[in-house]
């Protein structure tokens, strides 16, 4: 019996050390199959825009008083797209216009004036001034005549010493009327008439002056007026942010943005940790919230530029990354959004 073991236990040998053998490991000629590499997806959000985009944004404050030309509809260069309250404008050109139409009566009126002070610049109390002298100088001389004569009559007691005061007073008065006259006259040889004509050109240059300062003030209040309307800078297609009256807008708001839509780009914004992945000229496609891809299919884009500077958001960076639009299947609406999506499966890792 113990024999017969040991006889089973050498016949086992050889074929424990066959197996033993052939459970040694690959050489390195021999070639052993992998499963197959899934693709991998990075995905950025984005939005459609125009080749060109202009984005514009009011300079006042104001509630949207009417809407001439709503989003995504095509507008030419000089169109208003929007309207703003402009009443406080409006009454301020009206008082100044007012202002203007009575500055220009008081010019009128000041011209007028300078006419007469050319015919008579001297007052009613200057004309026929020597004439005036003159008579005075003789009624001097005669109430001079007649005071000597009241003199001897009242050392003669002809006349009383009342009489004889009541004439010398009106001798001085009369004196006095002559020296006043005489001043007058200095007064008007030294170019009295002259200061008043200067006076008035004067008037009427202040009046022109005030006139002019007016309407270049109305000038620039009709320069305001474009402040309170949105205009297409050059042919496109406008987005605005209000297709409604009575929203209000405040200083700075970008009111609309005009797309020249003879080409479409996508603008998207990575990760940082998927911009390594992103290879400039090759094409990726383009998910459209606007429809299913199910039915449509994908858009194609291209990557052509990586911009170097970050957006953050919380504690995420993001690169903005920009796409030319190569295949519609349908037509992408401006502004509306989407997801590029890049396969990486044939790219090598951004980092070993």
């Not at 001085?172 to 006259?181: G, I, L, P």
């Not at 007058?184 to 009046?207: C, F, H, Q």
């Not at 299913?292 to 990354?321: I, M, Q, S």
């Amino acid at each position: 019996m113990k024999k017969r073991i040991l006889f089973l236990l050498l016949s086992a040998v050889p074929a424990l050390f066959t197996t033993v053998v052939g459970c040694r490991r690959n050489t390195p000629d021999e070639k052993v199959l992998k499963p197959p590499q899934e693709r991998q997806m990075i995905y950025g959000i984005g939005y459609v825009r125009g080749g060109k985009r202009v984005v514009l944004k009011n300079k006042v404050a104001g509630f949207v008083s009417k809407v001439n030309r709503l989003s995504q509809a095509r507008v030419k260069k000089g169109d208003v797209i929007l309207e703003y309250d402009d009443l406080d404008l409006r009454t301020q050109i009206e008082n100044l216009k007012n202002t203007i139409a009575e500055q220009e009566k008081l010019l009128e009126l000041k011209t007028l004036a300078l006419d007469l002070k050319l015919l008579d610049p001297l007052p009613s109390d200057y004309r026929n001034l020597q004439s005036k002298q003159m008579a005075a100088k003789e009624r001097l001389r005669r109430l001079e005549h007649e005071l000597s004569v009241y003199s001897r009559l009242y050392r003669s007691k002809i006349v009383s010493e009342l009489a004889l005061r009541e004439k010398t007073q009106a001798c001085k008065d009369s004196e006095a009327e002559v020296q006043s006259y005489s001043n007058d006259m200095d007064v008007l040889n030294r170019g009295l008439g002259k200061l008043y004509i200067t006076i008035a050109e004067k008037e009427v240059e202040e009046a022109r002056l005030k006139l002019e300062n007016r309407k270049r003030e109305l000038q620039l209040l009709e320069e305001q007026r474009k402040y309170y309307r949105i205009t297409a800078p050059f042919d496109g297609i406008c987005i605005t942010n209000s297709d409604t009256v009575h929203g209000y807008n405040p200083v700075n708001t970008e009111a609309a943005s005009i797309h020249s839509d003879n080409r479409k780009l996508v603008y998207a914004y990575f990760d940082e940790r998927d911009v390594g992945w992103i290879v400039e000229g090759r094409p990726c496609r383009f998910r459209s919230s606007q429809y299913d891809p199910e039915k449509t299919g994908y858009f194609t884009v291209t990557p052509y530029e990586v911009k170097k500077d970050r957006t953050a958001y919380g504690d995420r960076c993001f690169f903005l990354v920009k796409f030319t639009v190569d295949t519609e299947p349908e037509p992408l609406r401006l502004e509306s959004t989407g997801r590029v999506e890049i396969e990486t499966a044939d790219s090598k890792p951004p980092h070993p």
